[in-house]
């Protein structure tokens, strides 16, 4: 009740009475995804592969406050639809904000911004659903007419709504909470007049989780445990996490339809470094996705 | 008989300040190096004898409708001025750095109060700052004589006084000088003469307007 109070607060204060000159806007993603380790499983035997139809939506205003201020509210929604594991299976509501300043005139200013989002998730899984909130301030600059870079510090912080009862006494079922600091940098590049290349390397420093059948080292180095039964029940897995130091390449290539529209191909591979004898996590993702923007 | 011969004068007298008793045509057609016709091309033909009209003072159009410049291109004379009104229902911030005219028209909604004087001949880019995909281009030329091509990639120029011309194209993707493209041509009666350009062209690169994948874009 309280999450669905919260939404509907931001939605108030978003559509409430605004501005006649407030600029309105919608944008939505629809497309598949491949992830060839979706449990973030350490073992070849833990490691699980699935598929899933993604969607997203956004919708809010843009304000400009200030000759190159701006301020931009989102209401954001998303879903994410396994085909196999359907526990992960999720669907997203949250809002976004976000300040943007222009130093000074013209297409190759440079820009930064801050951002804050919160959005709940809620899992097929109960002991998944929770909010994942970030804070992000980011800087970019076009190079040239074809070339753009930015770089982005980001905080993200993923809260579950309830606990289960620890499974191992002393050690807490906080499996899904996680945290992390971010910094990345990317560079966009303009194939052709439809074609955008981009490449993005961000490196990250906090926990996650994983899933995997329980063994003495991943109990040794987890500081959060709990059962996990969406990768099956025999045998009996577990979600853990641990501190991990992450490094995520991603590649992508966006070809515009029309004004409005764009079809999307990206992949990226995500290596999570504990420096323990736990090893190393690893995972690619590669999705295809049309997106429309208004 | 001498009723006759003053109505005569008359006549001739008319005829006279009417001179020349007839104007030339030219049609141009610009196609691109596909073949293809190309829409927004300015034709511009310049007497050789250097003789021009005076300038009249008058007030163009270039609009703000979808987040977009309409015209994308737009020809006038030097010495016009031009407005741009805004009929997006949001701000849009307008500015050029071009040499012939730098200004800037800082955010606002609706018809700004003064138009823009373009007294300098040469190519003005336009951007809007919010919106950094909005790209348009003023050609403002010394001559009367012009015309852009349409999506047939024709114009036709009338009511020019017979004589040499010397004609070229300018388009903003053009890959090489307008110079280039002069051509020089007589025009000696109304039938009128035809004209034809092919144009090789560069790619246009603008800032995106759909976000790339990940990133929020400027809201």
């Known amino acids: ?294 | 008989m001498m009723k006759r011969f003053g109505i005569l004068l008359a006549v001739q007298a008319c005829l006279a300040v009417q001179a020349p008793a007839y104007a030339a045509q030219l049609h141009a057609l610009v196609l691109g190096q596909d073949g293809k016709p190309l829409p927004n091309t300015v034709v511009v033909v310049m007497p050789e004898d250097g003789q021009l009209p005076a300038a009249k003072r008058t007030v163009e159009i270039v609009d703000q409708i979808d987040k977009e410049f309409v015209p994308y291109v737009k020809p006038v004379r030097a010495g016009s001025y031009v407005q741009f009104p805004n009929k997006d229902n949001i701000r849009h911030h307008v500015y050029s750095f071009s040499p012939p005219k730098k200004f800037e028209l800082p955010l606002y909604s609706g018809t700004p109060s003064q138009p823009v004087l373009f007294d300098k001949p040469g190519i003005v880019k336009l951007g809007c700052n919010i919106h950094d995909w909005m790209l348009g281009y003023v050609y403002v030329t010394e001559t009367p004589y012009f015309g852009k091509t349409g999506a047939d990639g024709r114009v036709d120029l009338d009511q020019l006084p017979p004589g040499r011309y010397a004609a070229r194209v300018w388009h903003p993707l053009m890959d090489g000088s307008e110079t280039a493209t002069i051509k020089h041509i007589d025009l000696v009666d109304a039938t009128g003469s035809s004209v034809e350009w092919k144009l090789k062209l560069k790619t246009e690169f603008r800032p995106r307007r759909t976000p790339l994948p990940g990133e929020a874009g400027y809201r």
């Open chain 1, 1 to 294: 009740m309280t999450k669905v109070l919260a939404l509907i607060s931001v939605g108030v204060c978003l559509f409430g009475p605004r501005p006649a000159q407030a600029d309105w806007g919608f944008d939505a993603t629809a497309g598949v995804a491949y992830d060839d380790n979706v449990s973030n499983g350490l073992e070849a035997d833990d490691r699980r592969a699935d598929s899933a139809f993604t969607a997203t939506a956004s919708g809010g205003y843009y304000e400009q406050l200030g000759t190159n201020t701006g301020l931009g509210l989102s209401l954001l929604a998303e879903t994410t639809d396994y085909l196999h594991y359907t526990g992960l299976t999720n669907i997203g509501l949250g809002a976004r904000a976000q300040l943007r300043q222009k130093f000074g005139l013209g297409a190759d200013a440079p820009w930064a911004s801050i951002s804050a989002q919160a959005m709940h998730h809620n899992y097929h899984y109960d002991y998944r659903d929770g909010w994942a909130y970030d804070a992000t301030a980011s800087a970019g600059k076009q190079l040239s007419e074809r070339w753009n870079i930015r770089g982005l510090v980001r905080y993200d912080r993923y809260d579950a709504d309830q606990l289960q009862t620890p499974v191992i006494p002393g050690i807490s079922s906080a499996a899904y909470n996680v945290w992390g600091w971010n910094f990345g940098a990317s560079v966009s590049f303009l194939l052709t007049a439809d074609d955008a290349l981009s490449a993005g390397y961000t490196w990250r420093n906090g926990t996650v989780t994983s899933v995997d059948a329980p063994d003495d080292e991943i109990l040794e180095y987890s500081s959060a445990v709990a059962l996990d039964p969406v990768f099956g029940t025999s045998p009996q897995m577990v979600a853990y996490r641990i501190k991990a130091k992450t490094d995520i390449l991603s590649l992508a290539w966006s070809h515009t339809l029309g004004r409005h529209a764009a079809v999307n191909l990206a992949y990226t591979y995500s290596l999570s470094k504990t420096g323990s004898e736990l090893g190393n996590y690893y995972s690619n993702l590669i999705s295809l996705s049309l997106s429309y923007s208004y």
